[in-house]
Every structure is written in C-alpha cells, then in structure tokens.
C-alpha cells in the first residue's frame, strides 16, 4: 500500500482529489507538482515567519519534446517576489549555469576533466569573446593560488597570447588589428626591453630589440636578409 497526500475535489470532478504527494510501499517518494503535460510546476522552499515573498524553486516541466524538458533550481535574488534560474539541466543533458562557476577541492589528482567521446568530431573546450570586445581583458587566465601572479592569458578583442610567471619576463604572441604587422612574439626582458619576431604581410620576417620600430634584420619572402644597426652604419644586404 502506500501513503498518498491529496487536495481538491470538487463538483467539477466528482469531489475526487488529486494526489500531490505519494508515498510508495517501496519508499518512492512522488511529487505532482506539474498540473498536466508541457507545463511548467515547482517546489517552493520558504520561511516559517508568515513572510511569503522571499523564497527558492526547484521548476520542473515535462515534454514528449527533448530539449524542451528542464529542470531548473531557481534561488532568491533580494527582490521580493523575485529568483534567479541558478542552473538549468535540460533533456539533452546540457547543464546552463547563469552565474560563476568555481570548483574547490583538495585532491591529488585533477579536479576537473572534460572529454568528447565522440572520435569523429572530438570539439573540446571553448571560451566566447564578448560581443565587440574591449581589448586586452583576460578572456582566459592561469594563475598562482592568490590570483596575484598570471601564468597564461588570452586578451580578449586580440587574442593575444601571453605566457608569464612570478618575474616581469614575459613571452607574447600577438595578432595586431592595425599597422603592418600580421603576426608577432614578443620577448619581455625582466625589467626594460622588449625583442620581437614580427610576420609581415608581404611574407618578410622581422626581428627587432627594443620595440617593434627597431627592426635589426629583415628577411624578404624571396630570401634576401637585410641587416640594419642604426644610423652609424649603413645598411648592409646579403
């Protein structure tokens, strides 16, 4: 047998209830919260005060659609009469955070994993820039456990890549949006001074020391390598 909770009842259909909560024999506990097909019901968590405006949801909805299935936990965000869908967990088994996530855990082994199993078409992680970008925010970081010394970023609006450590040395690979250069790394020195590999649209390379401007030798598409030392030599081609 088993233990049923039940409201309603009226005229309408004959006086007979409709079960909310059941209580199996088996000790499966069933909660009714969707009043018929494709529409949405919840479970509300509140307080025991009398107060009725601030509270959470779990939402449910179920669908012969599969996307359209979703389970929602919807928390109190200070505005009364008001939640946030935290997380959504939806029939295809995609999970959609609205907020942060972070992941904390002492282990001795990697905390997170991500893996493809489809051999075919493996796609793995990916990070979406901002639509029109401001440039040079950290679209992706490592860093030390404060949060205080970067390991690695990729800038948003560039894309640059920058590869660093607990010194102010620095490697860059950089893709500019303007001038001539198509391609560049940049090696920061610790302290002042910067050296570059820089690719140029007609297919030269360039290297330089102290800015991109002081290029010290170019090497042409067709071969030939131009070595430049300032204005006290001239310029001399091999």
Request: glycine share 12%; no cysteine.
């Amino acid at each position: 047998s088993s233990l049923v909770f039940s409201t309603g009842g009226n005229s309408g259909n004959s006086y007979v209830p409709t079960p909310k909560l059941t209580i199996s024999s088996g000790g499966t506990i069933s909660l009714n919260v969707m009043s018929t097909f494709d529409v949405e019901g919840y479970v509300k968590m509140g307080r025991s005060d009398g107060n009725t405006s601030r509270y959470n949801q779990i939402k449910n909805k179920v669908s012969s659609t599969q996307a359209d299935n979703f389970m929602k936990l919807s928390v109190h965000n200070g505005t009364e009469n008001s939640t946030t869908d935290a997380l959504t967990l939806s029939g295809t088994g995609d999970a959609t955070f609205i907020g942060k996530l972070s992941v904390s855990k002492s282990s001795t082994d990697f905390i997170a994993e991500f893996q493809n199993t489809n051999g075919t078409n493996p796609y793995g992680v990916r990070v979406i820039d901002a639509v029109s970008p401001a440039n040079n925010y950290p679209l992706f970081s490592v860093s030390n456990s404060g949060g205080t010394t970067e390991y690695f970023r990729v800038n948003s609006g560039t894309g640059d890549a920058i590869f660093s450590g607990s010194s102010d040395a620095s490697v860059q690979i950089g893709n500019p949006s303007s001038g001539d250069l198509n391609a560049y790394l940049k090696l920061k020195a610790n302290g002042t001074g910067n050296a570059y590999v820089n690719s140029i649209g007609s297919g030269s390379l360039i290297l330089g020391a102290n800015g991109a401007a002081s290029n010290h030798l170019s090497i042409s598409s067709g071969g030939l390598a131009t070595f430049n030392n300032g204005t006290s030599l001239p310029l001399l081609q091999l």
